[in-house]
């Protein structure tokens, strides 16, 4: 049945088995990144919705790094966590994350690199 049903995708992506052989084979040396990047995002995501610290509040814990302040008669000298009202220099829900891949994919990429021989011997044995 999984034969079958690969047949069928390959024919919707009009590709032929040897098409399937060398993607899958350029995809598996990519995985890991893929798989680093895809994590690096989530803990991006997770992160813009954590709250924080909001500091200079007239309630809540004592900011222990200004008790000279709280000494000398200032009221907001608390902090809380919360939402903060201001960005702070960091992204807002409302703000895009753009990430942009520059990918050079030339002959003289895979020359540098030393990679020709492995794809010229792979593609051989296809």
Request: proline fraction near 2%; charge should be positive; charged fraction near 35%.
């Amino acid at each position: 049945m999984a034969a079958e049903a690969l047949d069928k995708k390959l024919k919707e992506l009009d590709m032929g088995k040897l098409d399937w052989k060398r993607y899958e084979y350029l995809r598996n040396q990519v995985d890991e990144p893929i798989t680093q990047l895809k994590s690096y995002l989530k803990d991006l995501k997770k992160r813009s919705e954590e709250r924080e610290w909001v500091k200079h509040q007239t309630t809540g814990e004592l900011d222990e790094n200004r008790i000279v302040d709280a000494l000398a008669g200032e009221r907001d000298v608390f902090k809380r966590r919360g939402n903060p009202n201001g960005n702070n220099g960091h992204l807002t829900k409302s703000d895009p994350i753009i990430v942009r891949l520059i990918v050079d994919i030339s002959a003289s990429m895979f020359r540098s690199m030393g990679l020709t021989k492995g794809l010229s011997d792979y593609w051989r044995q296809l």
